[in-house]
């Protein structure tokens, strides 16, 4: 196995966690630039990964330049073969690790048994992780929740069966399936979980300052944390938190005025891959995040939510600048 997992999450950032339609190349190379380390790959189907070729979306999404290392590949599945098959195919493209998702909530992933569905299945994900471990050249991680709802909580016996066969370290989201994003995460399980297995534990959940990063290390006595939605709209969160562990003083935000140059950059090179529609279509989203809390910026989502085009994104965003400039809001 090439690589140690200590080697790969560090004490003084960090981590970008998968988001679907969200962590592509290009947003997770904004998020490497302000700090981020490691990052990963949205989550990819096992199943259509290993039965497609080059050009289908599952090997599209694990598409990633050398800047962005280091690098996880997620995969999703309930097939320890299929998963490591896929594992073994991955490897040609050279990932730093390999991530198994046991922590997706949503119905589409649960409904056909993986993601979180396989807490409610211990000895299955187990038998993943194993397989997987077995035939993997990387180090293998496995992202999980508390359980699938608050009488099954069983993140500590998931956590210690991932470990005993292979599992390099454990990400743990503290929040149960049925919560899916809502409530707050129990941060003491992820203590739990740090004192019954002897690798890495990575806390993941609510940590929207620099502060929080902190505070969880404080709290659950782990070394690596974890930023996923966070991340949205706020990439400098990374700086932030690498900035704050090291006891400096925190670089201002980015005034709103250049922080929308970042998805007005990842449009224009997302439309060099995908046709420009699709590109607009799918960026809409990151505009509003960019633009939260701006002033005027209610409506500046509204005129973003009816371009079509590039050129008409742009106008958009150089008007609101403009009015952002007139308020004095630019620094």
Not at 211 to 234: C, F, P, Y
């Amino acid at each position: 196995m090439a690589g140690k997992i200590e080697d790969i999450f560090r004490t003084d950032r960090a981590a970008l966690a998968p988001l679907a339609g969200v962590t592509d190349s290009l947003f997770r190379k904004i998020c490497v630039g302000f700090g981020a380390c490691p990052v990963m790959t949205e989550m990819v189907s096992s199943e259509g990964y290993i039965r497609t070729n080059e050009q289908n979306k599952s090997t599209g999404l694990l598409q990633y330049s050398e800047s962005e290392r280091p690098i996880g590949f997620q995969f999703f599945g309930a097939n320890p073969e299929v998963m490591a098959a896929a594992a073994e195919k991955a490897h040609d493209l050279k990932p730093d690790f390999i991530d198994i998702n046991a922590g997706c909530p949503v119905k589409k992933v649960i409904s056909k048994g993986s993601g979180s569905a396989l807490m409610r299945d211990p000895q299955l994900l187990a038998k993943i992780v194993g397989k997987v471990a077995g035939v993997s050249k990387v180090p293998v991680t496995v992202k999980i929740r508390s359980g699938w709802d608050h009488s099954s909580i069983n993140a500590v016996e998931v956590a210690q069966r991932c470990v005993d066969v292979g599992a390099c370290a454990v990400i743990v989201h503290p929040r149960t399936r049925s919560e899916l994003f809502g409530g707050h995460s129990d941060w003491s399980l992820i203590r739990e979980v740090r004192e019954a297995v002897s690798v890495p534990v990575i806390g993941s959940g609510d940590i929207i300052t620099h502060e929080d990063a902190l505070r969880m290390k404080q709290e659950t006595g782990i070394d690596h944390v974890m930023v996923g939605r966070s991340a949205m709209g706020n990439p400098w969160i990374f700086r932030e938190i690498a900035e704050y562990l090291a006891g400096k003083k925190l670089t201002p935000p980015l005034p709103f005025g250049e922080r929308l140059d970042l998805p007005l950059g990842h449009l224009e090179q997302l439309a060099e891959n995908i046709q420009e529609r699709f590109a607009v279509f799918k960026m809409r989203k990151f505009f509003g995040w960019y633009s939260k809390g701006a002033i005027g910026g209610a409506v500046f989502r509204q005129n973003i939510f009816k371009d079509e085009t590039i050129e008409e994104v742009r106008n958009t965003v150089l008007s609101f600048k403009e009015e952002l400039e007139k308020q004095h809001v630019i620094g």
